[in-house]
């Protein structure tokens, strides 16, 4: 294929950073990339909704270097509708432009704006509130959107909508703060959105048919999704709210990471990218087959330059517009370690602190080239700063995700005590340093933490299973790494619709989904809860928690011998000497204690950094869970 050749890349590689729309009072300049095209227009538009026809005007494009069209048109286009009208390969088609900033119903035609005019009050300001920290600093949250807000009992006004994030004072029936309220008196440091790109899955144009999806279709990558918004159709709300949105949450403390999927789009023929270079953003081979690693129908060749560039740019951008403090990338093994790179010197020129990490599962994928490095566990020492999700601790503790009755090291296997180990060292087997894992029992993918241990442990008592998912949830929170969960599994998620337990939730409805905010006013998972956010507080209280070097590591935590089967227990000697006991059997465990008093502050019934009690020569360390001991 022609794209593949190295004349192609040299001839056709465009730097500048000006593709899209540039508005100005004055004038607004349109630079399109098609260097196939054998003649290319701007048609103006009074509207994005593709009902109305009638065109304001047309400008015709010119051809220039590297296969970039351009159009000037003079005047404040401030809100006007544009698409890319051409012809390419002997088919004339119209779509949206590949580098909309913003865009009308259902992302189909492109608007022209003037950003600032979409900023906040005090917008320039807005900072990363967590800025100047390490990654292992973080606690990270994932949330969907509509999860947020749907749930009746959430006591939000603008339910499954972007102003959600920005309520304060909400609360459940029984006064327990719900939103950002809540996250904030959690103690995350970071929320991680579900998609919030624009993507296709959801008509935008029909908000009051319930409709749900997570988003993992991108339609327009620059451009944030309108079914979040109050009015889809005007392209300056969905922008504003969005931002709203962040600086809501950046004022309380938190930062934002957004989920990011540059590896698959929704519909490969229909993408812009592809229409107007036909085929040039996916993996297509000598057959014109699409590669399909992703499982979604197609593979974005990131390894071509104009991908490379491209999606370098739209990280940027969102870094730089919108200011976000983390990418977290879908099923980043699709993409090549070069990109990655490029991606994070971009953003990280501007802002040194904004997060890097992504699922690196080893993926089949027909590359366009020979010998492209992927952006996958196993090469993590090519991508340093750039973190992995760690299926290693995930499956070690809840049991494997392709089999729902497999149980983990806290439901009795004893198989992966080992690698439990080595995780809560910070060290998986393809890991690096703990910079470089995001330790994790449960996400949206599969089922919730609570169901997948009632679905591996067949007749316990519920009483078995919060003690399970405690003991699950000390381990992340306490390992060397980055720690992050699903929000919700901290008061027992779970997913169920009539047929029983969800494992797949991308489409089920809102009662599935949703966060059910009205069992925090239930004792029982209000008491999860608090045990969650006393752990969040005791890995924020020192630097023990948070070691950057395996070398660090290496010097500071040391295996306990001699605990029984399956019982693991760590010395830490850091900035402070720590004792950590992880029971998952049934019967206490004691241990000697060196000499000195010994402050207890995790046990089977609390965590935090109030001392619960003091051992002096002994500890004991009750059935099914975790005990930390802090030296006084
Ligand atoms: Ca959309």
Redesign the pocket.
Known sequence: MQYSTAAFEKEYTYEGNDLGATWSPEETVFKVWAPTAEWMQILLYPTGDPKNREVLQTLPMEKGEQGVWTARASGDLNGIYYTCHARVERETVEVCDPYAKAVGI??HRAMVIDLASTNPVGWEQDRDPNGGKSITQAVICELHLRDLSMDPQSGMEHKGKYLALTEKGTHTPGGKSTGLDYFCDLGITHLQLLPVY?????D?ATPDREQYNWGYDP??YNVP???YATD?YRGEVRIREFKEMIKAIHDRGISVVMDVVYNHVYHRDSFCFNRLVPGYFSRINERDEYSNGSGCGNDTASERSMVRKYIVDSVKYWADEYHIDGFRFDLAGLLDVQTIRQTMDAVHKNHPNVLFYGEGWHMGTTLTRQNVPLCNQGNAQLVPGFAFFNDTLRDGLRGSVFAADAPGYVSGNGEQTGAVADCFRGGAFWCPHPTQTINYVSCHDNLTLFDKLTASSPGAYREQLIARNKLAAAVVMLSQGVPFFQAGEEFLRTKRDARGMVDNSYASPDSVNRIQWGLLDQPEHAQVRDYYRGLIALRKSSPDWQMNEASQVERSIFPIEGLGDRVLGFWIRGREEWCVVLNPTNRAVMLELPRGNWEVVVDERAAGTAPLGVFTQTAQAAPISAMVLRKQ
């Open positions: 259902n992302g624009d993507y296709g899955s959801v935008e339609v327009n999704e309108g079914s889809p």
